[in-house]
Structures are given as structure tokens and as C-alpha cells.
């Protein structure tokens, strides 16, 4: 169920991070890219249930650990979403995808060649600047004064722990700079579609089969089209 996969690193070397997989060699074959950050922890439970989904209906699929996230070892600090992507797009190349379906900020990671979906995509600047105003927000309570811009003018210069992840501050620059548009080939699924309160908004980390259901399905019947 877990393997290791070859990840290209930021110094251009590669190294091995983990991956989940349900792989019996069958044509269908989907990347997973989770949310980034704190999201990826609310998602991991659904996602995981999702994949069992899939493996029962005929559909094979792959959750790499990407560097700096989960169970990897690779400073986070080093990372940036152009690094991601490249891992991505190394990661449907080893596991020979035909399809990817992203979550939320991994939809910034989706690579360009491959058709797929996106749920609820989410813009870069939208979560550093949720990211910020939580800090400043926690500082405020704790009798600091720290200002969401002063916080993000330190940042693009030295790099800032927010919501405890250490970012670099080329990740911090490209999160405030970068605009995202979803591959010409991404089915976008909102959260309408999907139906309750979204896991992200939630307080605790949760899952709700209800909401898993829905999204295998949408994109089970994407797949057998």
C-alpha cells in the first residue's frame, strides 16, 4: 500500500518520498494531489477513504507525499509551488497516470498534460492571506502587535512561521504573487455540487462519507465516459 517514489529535489538532486497507492495495473490509473498546509491534514482521512472508493471500482490510484509535506524529510522551508509542480508532474510520470484530481491548493500543482478535476480550487494569495491574518489575529490575543502587511513585507525578505509551517520566503512570494488558472482539461467540482459544510471550515479534522461518496462518484462517472 505504500511505496517509495523518486522526487526531484529544489538542488536538482532527487530523493525518495512516500506515496500511497492501489495499484494492480489497470488502465484507469489517478494522481492525487492534496491540499497544501494545514488542509492537507483536514483531507488526508477523506482522501484515503475516497482512494478505497476508487480501488473498488477498477480505477487505480497514487497519494505521493510531496518534499517538505507529511511523512516527507525534506525542510519545508526550501520548498516552492514551482518545486511542487515538479514533483507532480515527476510523480504522474512514475506511476504512468492517466488522470488527476486535485484538492483545493493542489490544484496549483496539476500538471498541464493530463486531463482532471479540481475541487474547490482556491487562490494562492486567498490562503497566505488567511494564513496572515490568523498570526496576526494570535498575536493580537497575546498582547503583539504584528499587522498582516508588516508580517507579509518580512516574509517576501526572510521567510515567516505561519499556522506552525515554515515557509521560505521564495514560497512566500509566490503565494502572494501567483495567479492560478486551472488546466484548459480540469473539471472544476465545487462545493455545491458536493453538498454540506466543507471539511476546510471545519474546526476539527473530520471526514464525512456522505461528502466522499459524492466526489468518487462525480469523478468515477467522469472516468467511465
Known amino acids: 500500500m505504500y511505496v517509495t517514489w523518486p522526487c526531484p529535489l529544489p538542488d536538482g538532486s532527487t530523493g525518495e518520498e512516500m506515496a500511497l497507492r492501489f495499484d494492480k495495473d489497470r488502465p484507469r490509473r489517478l494522481l492525487i494531489i492534496p491540499p497544501l ?8 482521512h477523506q482522501l484515503t477513504g475516497i482512494m478505497l472508493q ?25 520548498q516552492s509551488i514551482a518545486g511542487w509542480r515538479a514533483a507532480t508532474v515527476a510523480a504522474a510520470a512514475h506511476f504512468a497516470v492517466t488522470h488527476v484530481f486535485a484538492v ?7 500538471p498541464d498534460t493530463l486531463p482532471g478535476w479540481i475541487y474547490a480550487p482556491v487562490k494562492p494569495r486567498q490562503v497566505l492571506r488567511g494564513m496572515l491574518r490568523a498570526r496576526s489575529l494570535a498575536a493580537r490575543e497575546a498582547g503583539v502587535s504584528e ?7 518580512s516574509g517576501r525578505q526572510e521567510g515567516l512561521t505561519l499556522a506552525g ?11 502572494d504573487e501567483s ?9 472544476t467540482i465545487e462545493q455545491g455540487e ?5 471539511l476546510w471550515l471545519r474546526a476539527e479534522n473530520d471526514h464525512d462519507p ?4 459524492t466526489l468518487a462518484g462525480i469523478i468515477l462517472g467522469g472516468l467511465a465516459d
Open 179 to 187: 495567479e492560478f488558472a486551472p488546466p484548459a482539461d480540469a473539471v
Open 147 to 153: 499587522s498582516s502587511e508588516d508580517l507579509l513585507a
Open 104 to 110: 483545493r491548493s493542489g490544484g496549483w500543482l496539476m
Open 210 to 213: 456522505a461528502q466522499a461518496d
Open 54 to 78: 476508487f480501488d473498488a471500482n477498477g480505477v487505480d490510484c497514487f497519494l505521493p507525499d510531496l518534499p517538505g509535506c507529511n511523512e516527507s524529510t525534506a525542510p519545508l522551508a526550501d
Open 37 to 44: 498546509f494545514d488542509e492537507a491534514n483536514k483531507f488526508r
Open 165 to 175: 509551517w515554515d515557509l521560505g520566503a521564495a514560497l512566500i512570494r509566490e503565494l
Open 194 to 198: 458536493v453538498g454540506g459544510k466543507p
